[in-house]
């Protein structure tokens, strides 16, 4: 018999007691806060924040998603497979809201690298209504997701101000803090309960090239054809473009010829777009890359289909995508930046699309 051994947990003293006790009560607060949180996707700009709580044997476990990785994942794979996420019969969407997938409550086009999100889940679904919505969204409007259907992310930016010091006057002022932010979106074709999409008047194809000349002319490029290839002089300053008759079709001069006016607006005289600081020697295939993208929104807005310009590049492209996963996020916004130029869209106008974070719920 052992009546002068101390049982168990009289072996701990007071203040290790206090410590457990401490530690506990925060792994609960923590938790708490994560069950809390776990319909809402946030990451610094600096690093992956995101908590989420998962069961494992009876214990929840916290874990990070890095949505970086996931959207920079999701582009990889439609690569790999050999599918440009960014050509797609644009003809088949909605010009008056730049030719993409558009926030069906809001009546605004997505931008940047949602709009490839969007399309990978469209083109996997067959999804013809350009349409997405909210949980909520949809439920305002009276309709309502239907059972088992499943999600699309889509992401934004959320600005956090904090207060810090100066480094040269020691004062207080206010920093903000980009936070990427993500929710999910459902197809209309996902949901029971909605109006049908109001078809869009087709324009005439012969206007749509109208249009895209009108563009050249107003920014005043210049514009040169002859010889079996394209491309952008930077040094000079003008584009150079094989003779009309040379391309497979009208649709097809016109796609190549929105892909280096793209390059056009990177000039120094413009938008200054210099990739060697960011992508090193990676930096020609990047502005490809951005270029693919800009003509993409180009081609869309115009309602011109476009096609891959450099099929070739997309194992160069891959490359900088895994060693990189914000490169698609940079380059998407370069690739928007771009054709708002082209396009003069105003800043007012660039507010994003995505829904407020009070909407950040997933079913």
Same mark, same amino acid.
């Given at each position: ?9 009289? &072996? ?34 600096? =690093?992956?924040?995101?908590? &989420? %709580?998962?069961?494992?044997?009876? !214990? +929840?476990?916290? %874990? ?22 960014? #050509?797609?019969? /644009?003809?088949?969407?909605?010009? &008056?809201? =730049?030719? =993409? *997938? ?6 605004? =086009?997505?931008?940047? %690298? ?8 469209? +083109? ?17 409007? $009276?309709?309502?997701?239907?059972? $088992? ?20 006057? $020691? ?6 803090? *980009? ?5 999910? #979106? ?18 005439? !194809?012969?206007? @749509? ?13 210049? %514009? ?29 001069? /016109? ?34 890359? #951005? ?17 891959? @310009? ?41 507010? *994003? ?9 997933? *079913?």
């Amino acid at each position: 018999m052992n009546a002068g051994k101390p049982r168990q947990h009289e &072996r701990l003293s007071h203040d290790q007691r206090d410590q457990a006790h401490t530690r506990h009560q925060q792994f609960c607060k923590g938790a708490a806060q994560a069950v809390a949180e776990q319909s809402q996707s946030c990451e610094s700009a600096t =690093g992956p924040v995101q908590p &989420r %709580v998962r069961r494992n044997q009876g !214990r +929840m476990t916290m %874990v990070k998603e890095d949505l970086y990785q996931k959207v920079t994942d999701a582009i990889v794979t439609e690569l790999e497979r050999g599918v440009a996420p960014w #050509v797609r019969p /644009w003809t088949t969407l909605d010009p &008056r809201f =730049g030719g =993409g *997938p558009i926030n069906g409550y809001t009546a605004r =086009g997505y931008r940047g %690298v949602n709009v490839w999100l969007l399309l990978i889940t469209a +083109m996997k679904k067959g999804y013809q209504d350009s349409r997405w919505f909210t949980f909520r969204q949809a439920q305002t409007l $009276g309709a309502h997701v239907r059972k $088992g259907e499943k999600s699309t992310m889509v992401i934004f930016w959320k600005q956090h101000r904090i207060q810090e010091a100066s480094t040269t006057t $020691g004062e207080q002022e206010e920093k903000k803090i *980009p936070f990427l932010r993500a929710y999910s #979106v459902f197809n209309a074709e996902q949901c029971e309960g909605l109006a049908a999409q109001p078809k869009a008047e087709e324009t005439a !194809r012969e206007l @749509r090239y109208q249009h895209a000349e009108a563009l050249f002319a107003k920014h005043a490029v210049d %514009v040169r054809h002859g010889g079996d290839q394209a491309f952008f002089s930077p040094i000079l300053d003008f584009i150079q473009m094989p003779r009309f008759d040379a391309f497979e079709s009208e649709e097809h001069y /016109w796609g190549v010829k929105l892909h280096e006016l793209t390059h056009w607006t990177g000039h120094k005289l413009r938008l200054d777009r210099d990739l060697s600081g960011r992508f090193r020697s990676d930096a020609y295939a990047a502005e490809e890359l #951005v270029a693919e993208m800009g003509s993409a929104f180009l081609c869309a807005q115009l309602g011109i289909e476009g096609h891959l @310009r450099h099929p070739e590049y997309i194992g160069n492209w891959l490359k900088v995508l895994k060693d990189d996963k914000r490169a698609v996020f940079k380059a998407s916004s370069l690739a928007q930046a771009a054709a708002d130029f082209v396009l003069d869209r105003k800043e007012e106008e660039l507010e *994003p699309s995505e829904a407020p974070a009070s909407a950040d719920t997933t *079913p």
